[in-house]
């Protein structure tokens, strides 16, 4: 019996993502984002902060530096922004968010290619923060989201094996 090469286990034909595993994965996920807009809100606290102190925001007497970025649009654009960010470069990079990497889920090319950057910026602009994956519950053929469909990119699930190599390689 010949041993398959780590290369070869690369390219392998995965099957396609299942819901629950996807909507695990999302749980996930979604507690690494709560994470990354806490952060990335405590920098947006920091620079209204100096901003102020710096005398170059004044802000009513009645407002603290958090009602003053709740009151504009820009606070919000910032942090999908910045989760747009976060989700795309990780799809990007190594096809893998941290609660994909847990599940052992993979974003690809139809052809297991790596996504380009546009299929990620359109994954995030289609995604509708996840419940884009409730057609995977219609779709039983192919087992696709609305975002895999706009974006030319498909879901699958790794072996332990190969979930280890992308892990590793990605290192």
Known sequence: MTEVSPSHKLHAS????GFWRRLAAWVYDLLVAISVVMVSSALALGFAAILTSNGWLTLPAEMDHAAWLNSSPLYAIYLLTVLGLFFGWFWQRSGQTLGMRA????VQQRNGA???R?????RVLTCAFGLGN???LVDF????AWHDYAAGTELVT????AN?????REL
């Open 164 to 168: 280890q190599l992308y892990y590793w």
């Open 114 to 116: 790596r996504i380009t």
């Open 158 to 161: 790794l072996s332990k094996e």
């Open 14 to 17: 995965f099957p396609s993502a």
């Open 103 to 106: 599940w052992r889920l993979k």
């Open 141 to 144: 053929k192919n087992r696709r």
């Open 118 to 122: 546009k299929q990620a910026l359109i």
């Open 134 to 136: 409730l057609w995977v």
